[in-house]
């Protein structure tokens, strides 16, 4: 089942949606709309239609969002990235534009999607970008695929499995099952500390409920061990941007003591979403972040 751009409603003009979602986003975070980025389709090698957003000419840049999110909450880096990079938003399985999937709703399937994603837009190498859940499946990306095509990789605001353990709400699935239209809307709204038009959370709210049910909870019950992931990221050899707010604070400070090299960047005053909430502090640091890497005509070949 191929769904529509529900993160923005239905209708015939997907480009002119796009542009008022994005001068919408970036206008919120301080940013200048830089136009509409290409919207591109690929098939999976288990038959799911996926979708990314995609603008820009350089080395690439793929951002990987959150559980349900749609791959349009990058429009703040998509804007400012543009200019220099060729930036990539995916929208992962049963999200945003992507085909609603009987299954693969899980780390390992995922990781797969972005190794084939990175096939099908021809990337030799690129820097990889996740946040949330899309922390875990760059690690499952790294553990099935290796480093060979990354140049740098960078996780935003969720568990490496590093101690202690973050705290957990015991009541979300019991509550998501109960009442699905009200838990996903007040999870949307908490993902932000600075307040965000009404417009876009309502939008967000949408792309969320757009992800069947079972899927959703699905995303939230992946098997692998919390040392599954603390092993994997400390042996990544790329390097490695840990971008948190300070609920992930002790574990970014425990990496760092494996990690000496690793950028760790805590962001005081930051919703989850904080590379929306604190846009122009995020962007400034993933610049600084990719060209200490190399400069920005030896991080890949693609011109």
């Given at each position: 089942m191929q769904i529509?751009?529900?993160?923005?409603?239905?209708?015939?003009?997907?480009?002119?949606?796009?542009?008022?979602?994005?001068?919408?986003?970036?206008?919120?975070?301080?940013q200048p709309a830089s136009g509409a980025p290409t919207s591109g389709f690929f098939r999976t090698s288990d038959g799911v239609r996926l979708h990314y957003l995609m603008e820009g000419q350089g080395p690439t840049v793929v951002f990987v969002p959150g559980w349900t999110m749609p791959a349009?909450?990058?429009?703040?880096?998509?804007?400012?990235?543009?200019?220099?990079?060729?930036?990539?938003?995916?929208?992962?399985?049963?999200?945003?534009?992507?085909?609603?999937?009987?299954?693969g709703h899980e780390a390992a399937?995922?990781?797969?999607?972005?190794h084939e994603l990175l096939d099908a837009?021809?990337?030799?190498?690129?820097?990889?970008?996740g946040w949330s859940l899309g922390v875990l499946e760059a690690l499952a990306y790294v553990d099935?695929?290796?480093?060979?095509?990354?140049?740098?990789?960078?996780?935003?605001?969720?568990?490496?499995?590093?101690?202690?353990?973050p705290a957990s709400d015991p009541t979300f699935l019991t509550r998501l099952r109960k009442d699905r239209p009200a838990t996903v809307e007040r999870f949307v709204r908490?993902?932000?500390?600075?307040?965000?038009?009404?417009?876009?959370?309502?939008?967000?709210?949408?792309?969320?409920?757009?992800?069947?049910l079972e899927a959703s909870i699905a995303l939230l019950s992946y098997r692998q061990s919390?040392?599954?992931?603390?092993?994997?990221?400390?042996?990544?050899?790329?390097?490695?941007?840990y971008a948190v707010t300070p609920r992930f604070q002790e574990q970014a400070q425990n990496f760092k003591k494996h990690k000496p090299?690793?950028?760790?960047?805590?962001?005081?005053?930051?919703g989850h979403a904080l590379f929306v909430d604190q846009a122009a502090r995020f962007n400034v640091l993933l610049d600084d972040f990719i060209a200490s890497q190399a400069p920005p005509a030896a991080v890949s070949a693609e011109q």
């Open positions: 529509s751009l529900s993160l923005v409603g239905a209708g015939t003009r997907p480009v002119a949606r796009w542009l008022a979602l994005l001068a919408g986003a970036v206008l919120l975070a301080g349009e909450i990058w429009a703040p880096q998509i804007a400012h990235f543009a200019g220099r990079y060729r930036v990539v938003a995916l929208d992962p399985r049963s999200q945003g534009r992507s085909e609603i999937a009987k299954s399937r995922r990781a797969r999607d972005i837009i021809q990337a030799e190498r690129a820097v990889l970008v099935q695929f290796g480093s060979d095509r990354l140049n740098a990789l960078v996780l935003v605001d969720n568990s490496i499995g590093e101690e202690p353990p908490n993902m932000y500390k600075t307040p965000q038009a009404e417009a876009y959370y309502q939008r967000l709210t949408a792309a969320a409920l757009a992800t069947p919390r040392e599954f992931w603390r092993q994997t990221v400390r042996r990544v050899p790329v390097p490695i941007l090299d690793a950028w760790i960047e805590v962001f005081e005053g930051a």
